[in-house]
């Protein structure tokens, strides 16, 4: 499967942003699918993480009640509804699929795509 990530760009504290990642190929519904995100000097962190049915999400405890990750998979796409953003929320956001059962372990993902940056201005 092949990913690709866009929708972000320059927000202030306090405003929100709505992340998409369209995916190609016939099996997107069979695979897991997270969002990740990369601060300059930090590790990749696994933010929001869902699985293939939408009927299972995972939640960093940095981002619970703020960001809601969806999926629609007739349109073989995943969002990021990220509101309430902070400073700290600013970082290259990827998205990910993961063909195992796991959807909060961050070792699970097997694809990636190109990153989006998402920055939160104070």
């Known amino acids: 499967v092949q990913l690709q990530a866009f929708g972000g760009g320059l927000v202030q504290t306090g405003g929100f942003l709505r992340l998409s990642c369209a995916a190609s190929?016939?099996?997107?519904?069979?695979?897991?699918m997270g969002w990740f995100r990369q601060a300059p000097g930090k590790e990749r962190e696994l933010v929001a993480g869902?699985?293939?049915?939408?009927?299972?999400?995972y939640y960093a405890d940095s981002v619970k009640g703020r960001f809601t990750i969806s999926r629609d998979n007739p349109k073989n796409t995943v969002y990021l509804q990220m509101n309430s953003l902070k400073p700290e929320d600013t970082a290259v956001y990827y998205c990910?699929?993961?063909?195992?059962?796991?959807?909060?372990?961050?070792?699970?993902?097997?694809?990636w795509g190109q990153g989006t940056q998402v920055t939160v201005s104070s």
């Open positions: 190929g016939r099996t997107f519904s069979s695979y897991g």
């Open positions: 990910a699929a993961s063909s195992g059962r796991s959807i909060s372990r961050a070792d699970v993902y097997d694809y």
């Open positions: 869902i699985s293939w049915s939408g009927g299972r999400t």
